[in-house]
């Protein structure tokens, strides 16, 4: 089992992804920065503050139909309150009016009135980066892919109207000091899960979701948690699903991979990991 404490997850690639940003950065006019709209604290990238500074800034919060709708607008609220960008907005990759939004938003913050805007993308793996860009250019010409690091290099991609967008590679921080923060990335697809050991992974999970969100997981899985410790929770789903190994065990390993699954594909609902404080 992987130490939880301390989680390095920084690949080489991921620093010389952040390095070409920064060395594209002069060029750019607006940096649209993408958050997961169920994490907005774990997916927030530190480092890519720095590259705010005399540029345009769009916070994103895509993915925002898997998100708890009452908690998507908690956090609208508060972000647009701390003023840590020139525009917040909630947004689905999939969505056309949010598309004709967000046009609309990048014509506003293109303060040099330029005729061609460029704009650069970026944000931690998996939080929907390409595929934003995809709906935005009425193609699909960027890879995309529910798993960390689909795109390898960056790429520019045009709309008909002359709004050109960068395309990166996600990129992480060195080190997350707060080992919850390496686990909720993982819940959504922004780690490898391989880095974690994976009942680990959807025990945490499931004590998350037994707290916020019971309703959901009696719903999914047909069971009651009346009294039941986590443990107890899974015992009753492995029987439930007939998730046993020879002799008549509960199987935790398949059980596991299915919770992990559910999650990732959105079969629990809406949900929100990280509560927007009152
Ligand atoms: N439900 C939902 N799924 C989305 C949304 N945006 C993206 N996805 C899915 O999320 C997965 C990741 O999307 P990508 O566009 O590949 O993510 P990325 O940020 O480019 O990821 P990397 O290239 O690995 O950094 C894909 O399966 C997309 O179809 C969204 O708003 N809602
Ligand atoms: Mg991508």
Redesign the pocket.
Known sequence: MQKRDAVQWYPGHMAKAGRQIGEKIKHIDILIE?LDARVPVASRNPDIHKFCEHRQHILLL?????ADPVQNKKWMTALKKREEADAVML?????APMKKALVSEIRKQNIKNRAQVKCLLC????????????TMIGKKK??????????KGQQWLQTEDNILFL????ILWPKFDDPTIGNRLAWI?SIKDTIFDRENMAGDLMQFLVAHYPERVEERYDISLQGKQVFEVFDAIAQKKGLLMKGGLYDYGRTSDMILKDFKN?QLGRITIDGCPE
């Open positions: 993408v895509n993915k925002s139909d898997l947004f689905t990759a999939f969505n944000g931690i793996p998996n939080v929907g980066k390409s595929a934003i860009i995809n960027a890879q995309t892919g529910n798993r960390p690091g689909v795109t395309d990166t590679p996600g697809g959105g």
